[in-house]
């Protein structure tokens, strides 16, 4: 079975960092661009960022370029997101998903072929 499971969420400070983890099982890691999409309380699900599986592409929405960091650990299957400098409008659920793609990503939710379960990110004093 497709697994892929979101890890590292939490509460932090504005300013703070957090760094969330996606474990992925069940399908050929290294064919799959991951990426990790976002919604907030009451609005729709929003792509943060992505990466490719063998060429390292990413992609950053505009508003976290900067301050978000993607990576990824294929020999784990594994794929990171460093999150500094945080703001409350971060605030929301965070979504890993896998879409097949060979090279480059989208970042689109709508591409996406397998999702996890979401970890709460909020950020707030």
């Known amino acids: 079975d497709v697994q892929l499971q979101a890890s590292g969420g939490g509460l932090v400070q504005p300013g703070g960092s957090l760094r969330l983890s996606c474990a992925a099982s069940?399908?050929?890691?290294?064919?799959?661009?991951i990426g990790w999409s976002r919604q907030a309380p009451g609005k729709g699900r929003e792509g943060v960022s992505c990466i490719s599986g063998r060429d390292g592409t990413t992609y950053y929405v505009d508003s976290v370029k900067g301050r978000f960091t993607i990576s990824r650990d294929n020999a784990k299957n594994t794929v990171y997101l460093q999150m500094n400098s945080l703001k409350p409008e971060d605030t929301a659920v965070y979504y890993c998903?896998?879409?097949?793609?060979?090279?480059?990503?989208?970042?689109?939710?709508?591409?996406?072929?397998?999702w996890g379960q979401g970890t709460l990110v909020t950020v707030s004093s």
């Open positions: 998903a896998a879409e097949w793609r060979i090279t480059g990503c989208t970042g689109k939710p709508y591409e996406y072929n397998y």
């Open positions: 069940g399908f050929i890691f290294d064919d799959y661009a």
